[in-house]
């Protein structure tokens, strides 16, 4: 939203300010980012709204507008409660149309219910984008956070006015919102100001009245609110609640928006109020007829739509199981050619690959033994410094030769390894009177320091 009325335009009907100077300088003051311009107007008075929220026993005023404290919120708040889920809709077209039922079910049609559906995929992925700016603004009230608040004003209700009682949806206002619209049902809103000398009389004896309760309880999905928790407080403004008690009948709209189908102002008898609810009922009929057979006929379609295309399915794979059982046999006779050539040309690879595999770890063995050869160095003559070492075989073949004393254990296995008189790799040599294996952990000693000088007899022993 880069137009500069559009976006004072928004903020105007979030937060119910009609100056549009004071939204100008507000909306400037924040860089024209709107989604952080309502949030920080929004939020203001946090340990008061909090204690407000969970109290609805503090001593009222007389007045029958909006409470100052709440007039203060919409003044110029800085640090309060954030807002809940239902207003992250700040970055969506949202506003209120109010008015009777009759100029609004035109533009509704049968699209009512399936706008809705749009709105709550709309507000999940917000949700999912709420941390934007997130060091700049206070972070968003979660969705737990907004049901907590409902909740709580379901608990406090019922201590304060018993269990006879509207059946108010513990969740946030945009969750009831969109059960109402998939029970085909209207939505009831009660927004309570405790602060409000009728308050108490209207509850127990209006909202509280057993053939009221069960009416609305049958008829409508109900969601309750205090204008000192923070949803309650944001749905007074976007109502435009002047006086208190305060209840509302809201529907889902088309392009986003929310219809206010009624609105019930200041104390009212059960009688007053069952005969409004009564009246916005029989009004709201037909559009709530045409959403369920609009829902209905769209499943028939979708059912009708399933059948053709799994009629369609059948016949195409049938045919193409023909196609696929003839292309088959012509491959299988080309595989079998195929695969007599292949397993022909396999047999060849391998014949010709372990010749070539024997060829090089031949050489490869010779050219080992040469190089543990050429390690030894010539053979010493006999002298006080040579060991005679003399080595047996397991096929009893023998071989000996002489060392310096100083060369090492290593220097008799690199001996042996240069004879090739071995096929395997893994061998220890043992000396005998007594028995010493002379394993890899003494390969580095001397023959002098083993005890091999100034001469030895070992014998090779294969480990398994």
């Not at 219910?113 to 968003?140: C, D, K």
């Not at 397993?343 to 014949?351: N, S």
Request: with cysteine.
């Amino acid at each position: 939203m880069s137009d500069v009325a559009d976006k004072i335009a928004y903020f105007q009907a979030i937060t119910g300010v009609e100056d549009a100077d004071l939204c100008t300088e507000i909306l400037a003051a924040h860089g024209w980012d709107l989604e952080l311009a309502i949030s920080t107007f929004t939020s203001s008075n946090s340990s008061e709204n909090h204690h407000s929220a969970t109290d609805y026993a503090s001593e009222p005023t007389t007045s029958t507008n909006l409470p100052p404290e709440e007039t203060g919120l919409v003044a110029g708040g800085t640090a309060g409660q954030p807002p809940g889920l239902a207003w992250k809709i700040i970055t969506l077209p949202f506003s209120i149309i109010s008015g009777s039922l009759g100029l609004i079910s035109g533009a509704l049609g049968f699209g009512v219910w399936a706008a809705g559906g749009v709105l709550s995929y709309s507000l999940r992925m917000i949700g999912l984008n709420s941390g934007r700016n997130a060091e700049s603004t206070s972070p968003l009230v979660s969705v737990s956070a907004s049901a907590s608040e409902s909740m709580n004003f379901v608990n406090i209700f019922e201590r304060d006015f018993g269990s006879i009682r509207p059946n108010f949806i513990a969740e946030g206002f945009m969750d009831a919102l969109q059960r109402s619209r998939h029970e085909f049902k209207l939505l009831f809103v009660y927004l309570h100001s405790h602060e409000h000398p009728d308050t108490p009389m209207f509850c127990e004896r209006t909202l509280c009245n057993e053939a009221l309760v069960a009416f609305i309880n049958e008829n409508f999905v109900s969601w309750g609110g205090s204008i000192r928790a923070s949803e309650g407080f944001k749905m007074s403004n976007s109502l435009k609640a002047s006086r208190f008690p305060f209840c509302a009948v809201v529907m889902a709209a088309t392009n986003q928006r929310i219809a206010l189908l009624q609105q019930v102002e200041g104390p009212k008898s059960p009688e007053e109020l069952l005969t409004a609810l009564q009246r916005v009922l029989e009004e709201s009929a037909p559009v709530l007829v045409s959403a369920r057979l609009e829902a209905e006929e769209r499943r028939t379609n979708i059912r009708l739509r399933e059948e053709q295309d799994a009629a369609y399915r059948a016949a195409l794979e049938a045919d193409q199981a023909r196609e696929r059982q003839r292309r088959e046999e012509q491959e299988r006779q080309e595989r079998e050619a195929a695969e007599a050539e292949r397993k022909r040309k396999e047999e060849e690879e391998a014949r010709e690959r372990a010749a070539r595999e024997a060829t090089e770890r031949e050489a490869a063995l010779a050219k080992m033994r040469e190089e543990k050869l050429l390690s030894l160095g010539p053979e010493p003559d006999k002298g006080p410094d040579v060991t005679q070492v003399l080595v047996r075989f397991p096929t009893g073949e023998r071989k000996d030769r002489r060392f310096h004393c100083t060369s090492t254990i290593q220097s008799l296995y690199d001996y042996v390894d240069s004879l090739g008189c071995l096929e395997v790799e893994k061998y220890s040599l043992v000396s005998n009177f007594p028995r010493t294996v002379y394993g890899s952990e003494k390969l580095a000693l001397s023959l002098k320091d083993a005890g091999l000088h100034p001469q030895a007899s070992l014998f090779v022993e294969l480990n398994s």
